[in-house]
């Protein structure tokens, strides 16, 4: 009889609970911390791992799936392929409380395309011949040219609307018109965003959104296995993944990225402008080796500057296999057998790890590097804005960026007459068979010239306590997207 009464007891207390509520703030955490917060302004993808989708939103954006989708522009259309109207959604707001409408459209293309410009992606609005404003929730952008990739383009973290009133302080204090606001940065430490309660749409789950930086793979996964952190989207610790996978706290997310790792070479440097150099470096590296080494098996061989899962992307690994006998010949008929080269290497594991071996592999054929391991500042500054390197490795997460090829002054010093007229014509085409066909010439000619020796696709390999639901599983973009994201019940 007792043992009943507390049974029924128990039960009652259970009844009279209140069932705890999901929790409404999450902490992230990433590998490197942003140099600032303007997306419109820096070339790390680290800015838009927190701010895209969250703080500032584009006219169009990319969903989970990669498909661009309605964001500040309700809707768009163009007859031909030259002029696009955008109608902007009413009665959004930035999060200093005024108005979003077409004037602040034409202030950041203008800002974007303007001549003293710092924007990263640049050659994104140099097709932008004017943008004008019927009226205050109608945007006609004309083109220099037809673009049939223009709704792509303006989808970009690059390309975000920015508040006018507080674009001084927009490295520091970012105003969007996401569903999150700035909230705090504690430098080295994390970044907090704060949810907008003004926000035009669905208002997300979460209150707060805190990211932390951790750089060391043993201390992210000590993070995790404590609980200081709910997630790590993009964990720098893959030989722990089976471990976390066999733990029921946790649920490990293998996805793809746009990320093409490259072992990147300096065109500029004597030897490296002849193409029978590059040649052998691409077949002195191994692939595998890499992936297996670095990533414990987790990426995807890549022979151009093209992510595997994209619809038009051509398998052209077979043109630089591994071959050691083959990059000593070509080195001797370079006149290059002595060769010692600078390898630059930003602080992300992938690029310390499989830096070491790149450089075992190439100083089994004869090459010597030097390798120096930076902090991503100065990596920023040095090798990509200045481009004083002759190697380095990193992985491009900008979605279809192979166009970047044909840019001039960027840090490959890649000019090749031949890519860039490829380029110009899938600019202007707009049937999907004629962009295909382009898509596939282009990635051909990049193999062809060994302008890079192309390693891996990056996989995505996020883990996350298996309470919470909506991240991203694949990343179409370098983003953090919390829109979706809660936890479960």
């Known amino acids: 009889m007792f043992a009943k009464l507390m049974q029924a007891a128990a039960a009652a207390a259970m009844l009279a609970t209140p069932a705890l509520a999901a929790p409404d703030s999450i902490t992230l955490a990433m590998v490197l911390e942003p140099p600032n917060l303007d997306p419109t302004g820096g070339a790390a993808a680290a800015i838009d791992e927190v701010v895209y989708a969250n703080v500032f939103e584009g006219l169009t954006r990319i969903a989970p799936d990669g498909s661009v989708q309605p964001a ?200 490296l402008a002849q193409a029978k150099v590059r040649e052998a470096i691409a077949h002195a590296v191994n692939r595998q080796e890499i992936i297996d080494g670095a990533m414990f098996g987790y990426g995807t061989p890549i022979g151009t500057h093209f992510a595997p899962h994209h619809p038009d992307y051509v398998d052209l690994t077979a043109k630089s296999q591994h071959d050691p006998e083959l990059a000593k010949t070509l080195l001797a008929e370079a006149g290059a057998e002595n060769l010692t080269l600078r390898l630059a290497l930003p602080p992300t594991p992938y690029a310390r790890r499989g830096g070491e071996i790149v450089a075992a592999e190439l100083r089994a054929v004869g090459i010597q590097t030097q390798i120096t391991n930076m902090e991503w500042a100065q990596w920023l500054e040095q090798v990509f804005k200045n481009a004083d390197y002759d190697l380095t490795i990193i992985s491009h997460v900008e979605p279809m960026d192979i166009g970047i090829y044909g840019r001039q002054d960027y840090y490959f010093n890649y000019a090749n007459p031949d890519f860039n007229a490829a380029m110009t014509k899938l600019d202007a085409a707009t049937d999907p068979a004629e962009r295909s066909k382009l898509l596939k010439q282009a990635q051909q000619i990049l193999a062809d010239d060994y302008a890079n020796a192309f390693l891996f696709q990056l996989a995505k390999t996020g883990v996350a306590k298996a309470e919470i639901e909506g991240l991203w599983e694949n990343a179409p973009m370098p983003a953090n997207d919390l829109t979706a994201v809660h936890w479960r019940d």
């Open 72 to 271: 500040l522009a309700e809707s768009w259309d163009s007859p031909d392929g030259k002029t696009y109207t955008f109608r902007l959604r009413p009665d959004v707001t930035f999060h200093d409380g005024s108005a979003f409408d077409a004037q602040d459209v034409i202030f950041s293309l203008d800002r974007a395309r303007a001549p003293d410009s710092t924007n990263a992606q640049k050659a994104l609005f140099e097709g932008i011949e004017t943008v004008e404003a019927p009226d205050p929730l109608t945007v006609r952008v004309t083109l220099k040219a037809p673009d049939g990739g223009f709704p792509f383009k303006m989808a970009w973290g690059d390309a975000v609307m920015v508040d006018q009133a507080s674009i001084k302080d927009i490295a520091t204090r970012p105003v969007g018109t996401g569903p999150f606001k700035f909230g705090e940065w504690r430098q080295g430490d994390h970044i907090r965003l704060d949810a907008f309660e003004g926000y035009w749409g669905k208002k997300p789950a979460l209150k707060t959104a805190t990211f932390r930086f951790i750089a060391d793979p043993s201390a992210a996964f000590a993070a995790l296995m404590a609980g200081d952190i709910d997630t790590f989207p993009i964990y720098p610790a893959p030989e722990t993944l089976a471990q976390l996978q066999a733990d029921p706290r946790f649920k490990v997310l293998v996805g793809t990225t746009e990320g093409e790792t490259i072992l990147a070479m300096n065109h500029k440097h004597p030897a």
